[in-house]
């Protein structure tokens, strides 16, 4: 193809509203426009990029057995009655009307179509396994769309669902979509953590996301410094361990202090000279039956995600300033559980602290020497609280490491959630009727590019790995007016279509500076510059997009050089 042909419009300047570099780089290199807030318009090398992602996770679906078919976008709200969604998804989901004043819904995921196509289709222990996916959009009304293609309300995305007999069948396609997983990722040249992740509220089934390690990754995972172990997580989901000891100090009489304007952990703690490990930090949160209070000690924070689990409610957000003072009587930063009328969950950490600094419920004042279980009572004690790096590893004692990630994937045991909630049985060699077993499996195809870019770009640009960049190479001819120039760069480039390389030729009339910032803005893997003195040599410039370095190469020698470089046989 002609670069003087495609529609790669780039711009020199950073889009205003772009804060993440995929973002940026996406659109300034011409690969994507935003149509509306999370919606997404792919232009020519976008496209070409997510097909080779698509055919990527098509052959590693296929190697496990996986059966491609396509399921609505539209969706029946009677399905998602049936499994009690509709209600749940809240206003996340897409929800319109027909004609008929019929409701539907934009699929968001497909767990309640495909249940009810198996439910339709299989009936016999001898139709299973069965391993079905589809490749399309998904339509999520997120309530930050943001981050261009990171977190879109229309955006791509494989689902695989997994339909087996019993558990452990199940665990035996669960284990093919993490191989499967693994294999994507590698082919699309990422670097990537797999990490155990929270089920929900479900709890016990296992679930991991497949997170592409990057500094701007909305997610923490923490993982096993030891080089013996493998533990890794997401942060939502690491368990703390605790120490079973609680300090040897006495305790002492509750009293309170007068510590005027000191609202926050860190200031109380100055104040008072003590460590924030001394402290006590209430957060108070509004459910949907009731406030409750949520008990760390000061130097840790609240993990909202094991709290939601805890509390099994559908609604968890901090209190309102109105709210707090409300009910504590005081302003904001001098909550604290002593005297505090409502459900109290605490941290096992908070139970073994002695003589504690905690807020008094009244303006301007702490508590000192407050004492768990003498002070206050606790209803609910568990781990709620977020693991930190340094703390000891859950499996092996190490010391844990901590990343930043963008997840890309999920696998996840469903069990019989689905099936049960909308009938999809089977007859087992015996005859009796068993619930089919299922899980589900996400990847994130557009949110897989943006990952790509968020891990692989420099100040020039970006750095495609060759397995997924929208061209391996770009052909320049230094002038466009210099016909021996123009003749060496076609014949070169032609010679590489020939050889099956994805190659492009920049022959628009531009100054030879413009077309290398396009080249590096773009991140072809490799550019092959053809200028005067080449010409004169019979030589052209190879020069690598991710390392800089530039070789001259022979005429003749280049597509030998170029396949080798991109590790394709010639
Ligand atoms: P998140 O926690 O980031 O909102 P999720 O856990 O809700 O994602 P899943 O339901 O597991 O997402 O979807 C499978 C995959 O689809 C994710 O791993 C991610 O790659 C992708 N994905 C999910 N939501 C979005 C989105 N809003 N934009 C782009 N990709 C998305
Ligand atoms: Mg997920």
């Not at 039956?289 to 000690?297: E, K, Q, S, T």
């Not at 703390?391 to 959630?417: H, N, T, Y």
Request: charge should be negative; hydrophobic fraction near 35%; proline fraction near 4%.
């Amino acid at each position: 193809m002609r670069v003087s042909q495609l529609l790669i419009p780039t711009l020199r300047e950073v889009p205003a509203e772009a804060e993440v570099v995929s973002h940026q780089l996406l659109v300034r290199a011409g690969f994507i426009r935003k149509t509306a807030a999370g919606v997404y318009t792919y232009l020519p090398l976008a496209l070409r990029v997510l097909k080779k992602i698509e055919k990527i996770v098509r052959e590693e679906m296929a190697r496990q057995g996986g059966q491609e078919i396509l399921m609505p976008i539209i969706q029946p709200a009677e399905l998602w009655q049936e499994s009690s969604r509709w209600d749940v998804y809240g206003p996340e989901l897409f929800r319109l009307k027909d004609r008929h004043g019929r409701d539907f819904c934009l699929g968001p995921t497909h767990e309640e179509i495909i249940t009810a196509l198996v439910r339709g289709e299989v009936s016999s222990y001898k139709q299973l396994p069965l391993l079905l996916f589809q490749i399309q959009n998904k339509y999520r009304d997120e309530r930050r769309p943001r981050f261009g293609l990171m977190r879109g309300r229309e955006f791509i995305m494989k689902d695989l669902y997994s339909f087996d007999m019993d558990e452990e069948g199940l665990h035996t396609s669960y284990q093919k979509m993490y191989e499967a997983y693994s294999r994507v990722y590698d082919r699309c040249g990422l670097k990537y953590r797999v990490v155990e992740a929270d089920s929900g509220a479900i709890g016990g089934s296992d679930t991991h996301e497949f997170m592409v390690l990057a500094a701007s990754g909305e997610a923490t995972v923490v993982y096993c410094s030891s080089s013996n172990c493998d533990y890794a997580a997401n942060v939502e989901r690491a368990n703390a361990l605790y120490d079973q000891e609680s300090s040897r100090e006495e305790p002492e009489s509750k009293r309170e202090v007068y510590t005027p304007s000191q609202t926050t952990i860190k200031d109380v703690a100055v104040f008072l000279g003590e460590g924030r490990e001394k402290t006590i930090k209430t957060l108070i949160y509004k459910t949907e039956d009731g406030l409750v209070a949520a008990l760390v000690r000061g130097d840790r924070e609240v993990n909202e995600v094991k709290l939601y689990n805890t509390l099994g409610c559908l609604q968890l957000e901090l209190a309102d300033a109105a709210t707090i003072q409300d009910v504590t009587g005081a302003q904001v930063g001098y909550a604290g559980p002593v005297g505090l009328d409502m459900r109290i969950v605490a941290d096992p950490e908070v139970n073994n602290m002695v003589n504690a600094i905690a807020g008094a419920n009244k303006t301007g004042y702490h508590l000192v020497n407050v004492n768990p279980g003498r002070d206050f009572k606790v209803d609910t004690l568990t781990d709620i609280r977020m693991v930190q790096a340094g703390e000891p590893c859950p499996r092996c004692g190490s010391a844990l490491d901590e990343a930043q990630g963008i997840e890309v994937g999920q696998i996840f045991k469903l069990g019989d959630k689905y099936s049960r909630a909308l009938g999809a049985v089977y007859l087992d060699d015996k005859g009796q009727e068993q619930y089919i077993i299922m899980g589900c499996y996400g990847i994130g195809v557009t949110r897989t590019m943006a990952a790509s870019v968020e891990q692989n770009h420099d100040q020039q640009g970006i750095i495609w790995p060759a397995s997924i960049a929208p061209f391996q190479v770009v052909v320049i001819p230094v002038s466009t007016k210099d016909e021996a120039q123009v003749k060496m760069a076609e014949e070169i480039y032609n010679k590489l279509l020939q050889a099956g390389v994805e190659a492009l030729i920049d022959d628009r009339p531009e100054r030879a500076g413009v077309k290398f910032k396009d080249a590096d803005l773009v991140g072809y893997p490799l550019r092959i510059t053809v200028g005067s003195k080449g010409v004169k040599s019979g030589q052209a410039e190879v020069t690598e997009r991710q390392t800089g370095e530039t070789v001259m190469v022979p005429q003749q020698d280049i597509i030998y050089k170029v396949c080798d470089m991109l590790e394709k046989d010639v």
